[in-house]
Structures are given as structure tokens and as C-alpha cells.
């Protein structure tokens, strides 16, 4: 069983260009988290999604970041008019199912580059 | 507000050595806790993870952590380090809704 897949390992973008990072869960997995890690720092709770469902946005800035998870293929974070600050590893986790589970699988990251 | 403290930013311990990664954490409730390890270029691995009953909680690649309520921590522990063990770990608690909060990691060196 596969584990959870992201894509591409690392990204450089120049400021103001669009980033796209790809997440695939495991098998059977309906549940997808973002996380940011920013230098020095532990990673950051952004968003958590189901299929077609965006259950919690909190942690997302208000612009120009947008995520999804469709019926048919990965989730998608998108990063508009990317800037310097947004250089950082993102993470994606996902899980059987929220509620009691908890039990998060996390893929290797996408290490996005802002020059 | 929910937080999690890992005093130690970097360890270095021998081989063979005892290891002992402190965390303290901040939480309105009863908190679910969790360990994870990060190797360079790589995602998370769950180590180990408490939700209630036994204090003492064992985990994988021979680690265990213990939740001290009054103390609000969760210390790990390993009693023999091995030079595979060198990693990154993150300590973590929640979930607050839908979020789980993370220190900022005890990067472990291993010393031959």
C-alpha cells in the first residue's frame, strides 16, 4: 500500500508566479490536512478537507491561498502571486476517516522556493 | 490557547546512551498526544501516540513516552540509541476541532 504522495519534492517559483503543490492520500484514505513548516519552526495547521468538502480553512491566510480535494484525483494547494515569505516545506496528512481516528499518515513534502 | 514547549532545540547523545526528548504542552482538556520523527528529505512518522488509560505509552524502534498530567508533559525516552535514530521529533497534541498543534522539534545527533 502506497503511502501518502506528494508532488513535485521541491518547487522554486519566482515572486508573483503561481505555485501548485499535489497531494495524494493513502488508499482508501477520504481525509487530507495541510501543514506549513516554516524555517525554525513546527509545522502549522492550514486547512483539512474531505472529498469536495473543505471542513476547516482556519489556518489558511485569507489571500491568495486556496485548496481542494475533488472527487477524482489529489488535493491541491494553490498559492497565488507567490511571495518570499511563503518559502517553506508544506505537508499533507491524511487519515481513514476524522472524529476518534487522529492517526495521521504524512507525506514527504513539497519544498517550495520563492526567488 | 493550546501550545506545545520542546525546550531542547538539539541533542547530541552516544551511541548506546540513554535519550530522554522533553515536551510540554498547553491544553484545555484532556489532551490526545504524539510523537512523531522526521528523517532528513522526509515526511512524519508516528512514533507512538497516548489517548487515555496507561500513563506509559510504548512505541515503535523501541521508544516510549510517559504523559505526566500534573507536570503537562510527555517526555519520550529510548534507553539505547541507536546511530539510526538521528532524526528531527516533533511532539504534538490536539486535536482543538479539526487542529493539532506541533513544537518546533529536538533535532537528535547520534555520536558513534
Known amino acids: 500500500n502506497a503511502g501518502v504522495m506528494q508532488n513535485p519534492r521541491h518547487l522554486v517559483r519566482r515572486r508573483g508566479q503561481e505555485a501548485r503543490l499535489r497531494c495524494s492520500p493513502m488508499?482508501?484514505?477520504?481525509?487530507v490536512y495541510w501543514y506549513r513548516q516554516l524555517p525554525e519552526e513546527g509545522l502549522k495547521f492550514m486547512v483539512y478537507?474531505?472529498?469536495?468538502?473543505?471542513?476547516?480553512e482556519s489556518g489558511m491566510p485569507k489571500e491568495r491561498f486556496s485548496a481542494e480535494f475533488p472527487k477524482e484525483g489529489p488535493s491541491i494547494l494553490r498559492i497565488q502571486q507567490v511571495v518570499r515569505g511563503d518559502s517553506a516545506a508544506y505537508f499533507c496528512?491524511?487519515?481513514?476517516?476524522?472524529?476518534?481516528?487522529?492517526?495521521?499518515?504524512f507525506g514527504p513534502g513539497t519544498r517550495l522556493t520563492v526567488t | 490557547a493550546q501550545s506545545v514547549t520542546q525546550p531542547d532545540i538539539h541533542i547530541t547523545v552516544s551511541e548506546g546512551a540513554s535519550l530522554e526528548l522533553r515536551c510540554n504542552y498547553s491544553y484545555g482538556a484532556t489532551p490526545y498526544l504524539f510523537w512523531y520523527v522526521q528523517s532528513p528529505g522526509q515526511g512524519l512518522q508516528l512514533l507512538l501516540k497516548y489517548f487515555s488509560g496507561d500513563t506509559l505509552v510504548q512505541g515503535i524502534k523501541g521508544f516510549e513516552a510517559e504523559f505526566k498530567r500534573s507536570q503537562s508533559s510527555f517526555n519520550l525516552r529510548k534507553p539505547s540509541v541507536h546511530w539510526s535514530d538521528a532524526a528531527e521529533y516533533f511532539c504534538?497534541?490536539?486535536?482543538?476541532?479539526?487542529?493539532?498543534?506541533f513544537g518546533t522539534g529536538t533535532s537528535l545527533t547520534v555520536i558513534p
Open positions: 478537507l474531505q472529498k469536495e468538502n473543505i471542513i476547516d
Open positions: 504534538a497534541v490536539g486535536p482543538t476541532g479539526n487542529q493539532f498543534y
Open positions: 488508499k482508501g484514505h477520504s481525509h
Open positions: 496528512a491524511s487519515s481513514p476517516k476524522g472524529g476518534s481516528s487522529y492517526e495521521q499518515y
